[in-house]
């Protein structure tokens, strides 16, 4: 199939009103993040059953008029590991593209893998392999090449078959709504994260003390205001490695803060001045949301269970050829057996994830069972890929009841 090219704003119009009668659309990005502070967008690629059209940011004027068609529309729109589209979703009218099917995401529900490229999901499912090549283009050079071009739509000529094959498994093995869910969750965790400040993510926080995190805040947000105006990585701004060192010092002296080896290079005084005054606050903040509340101690016999039932996780997810790193982590297998014998944090309200949705539908409810004594483990074919067998205890398989 031939492809359109859209290079002014009324092919772009155009497009959308072709787009608006669509059942179903497919889209993805080419973009370039290394030298800005949010990624620039460079191309546009869709398809949809009648087409195939590549959109050109620098020449189509505002795009604000597509990103409302995809988020106005009945279709359901296909992409696949799209947090950066859903962000330029975000960013452009406020709202994620309507019915969003995540390909990745419905792959890990019928294969063993997640997060899987798109290349890998296409010749799983679809027995094709999509071209390789350009993967190091700069996307924002004009003119793009008909090879590059051809490249980009790769990206997109398989979605919609893609989305016949995995929604019709998905079907049949009614994991539909678990799909759902998981996007629902996915949806609110991007908006969770463009909300929330993540200083936490500063590498080498390590064991700081909260004053030192207090600290770490303080600079965190001034280099993301700093880095946004000047349209640069943050990290361009200030390393992490030196924000560390600032807060572990403690010190708003600005000859201090001079002296910490790789801040005086191209350093103006002024920014000098501007972090002085980060640590001063860092130094009076209250700490009330910076601590965390000390854990309680769990029991020695927590981590021989969780050692012992985290490899039901794994087998109960094969054998229902669902990916395991999906639906969760040995981590959350502890978590679930510390509430459920009620140690810990968690609460009714905030429980556990394998205790809620899909998981404790496919997971938790088993290893509750297991917890209870209602189900017990054994051997079944040591040389099979599927080794474990869970069996009723004494002929009982009542579900485990309710709380």
Not at 13 to 25: E, H, I
Not at 70 to 81: C, D, F, M, P, Q
Not at 353 to 369: C, K, M, Q, Y
């Amino acid at each position: 199939m031939s492809h359109e090219s859209i290079t002014s704003p009324a092919k772009l119009a155009a497009l959308c009103t072709r787009l608006a009668s669509a059942d179903r659309v497919g889209i993805d990005t080419e973009f370039v993040s290394e030298d800005t502070f949010r990624p620039e967008l460079c191309l546009v690629q869709i398809a949809t059953h009648d087409e195939l059209a590549v959109i050109d940011p620098y020449r189509s004027g505002d795009l604000t008029p597509f990103w409302r068609t995809l988020a106005e529309g009945k279709h359901v729109t296909i992409v696949h590991a799209a947090r950066e589209e859903l962000n330029f979703a975000l960013s452009a009218c406020g709202r994620p593209p309507a019915n969003l099917f995540d390909t990745q995401l419905a792959a890990g529900f019928c294969s063993a893998e997640y997060p899987s490229s798109y290349g890998s999901v296409v010749t799983r499912f679809l027995d094709a392999r999509p071209a390789k090549g350009e993967q190091r283009t700069d996307w924002r050079r004009r003119p793009l090449t008909p090879e590059q071009i051809e490249y980009a739509l790769e990206d997109v000529r398989y979605l919609l078959p893609l989305h016949e094959t995995l929604r019709s498994r998905l079907q049949t093995l009614r994991r539909l709504d678990w799909l759902k869910e998981e996007t629902d969750h996915w949806l609110a965790d991007v908006h969770d994260s463009r909300e929330r400040p993540r200083w936490r993510r500063v590498s080498g926080l390590g064991n700081l003390a909260p004053r030192s995190l207090a600290i770490v805040r303080e600079i965190w947000l001034w280099r993301r205001a700093e880095a946004e105006k000047r349209n640069i990585p943050p990290r361009r701004v200030l390393r992490d490695d030196l924000i560390v060192e600032l807060a572990r010092r403690k010190s708003d002296n600005v000859e201090r803060i001079r002296d910490v080896r790789g801040m005086h290079r191209g350093m103006k005084r002024e920014t000098m001045e501007e972090l002085a005054s980060c640590i001063k606050r860092g130094l009076s903040a209250p700490l009330g949301d910076i601590e965390r509340p000390s854990r309680e101690a769990m029991p020695s016999q927590l981590n021989l269970l969780g050692q012992f039932l985290s490899p039901a996780l794994s087998s109960i997810c094969r054998s229902a050829n669902v990916a395991t790193s999906l639906a969760g982590t040995a981590t959350d297998v502890r978590d679930l057996i510390a509430y459920r014998l009620g140690f810990g944090d968690a609460t009714p309200e905030e429980p556990p994830l394998l205790a809620t949705g899909w998981r404790a539908e496919l997971v938790g409810h088993l290893i509750e069972e297991l917890l209870a004594g209602r189900k017990s483990i054994r051997i079944e074919d040591p040389l099979s890929e599927h080794p474990l067998a869970f069996d009723p205890v004494g002929g009982d398989d009542t579900a485990l009841e309710e709380d």
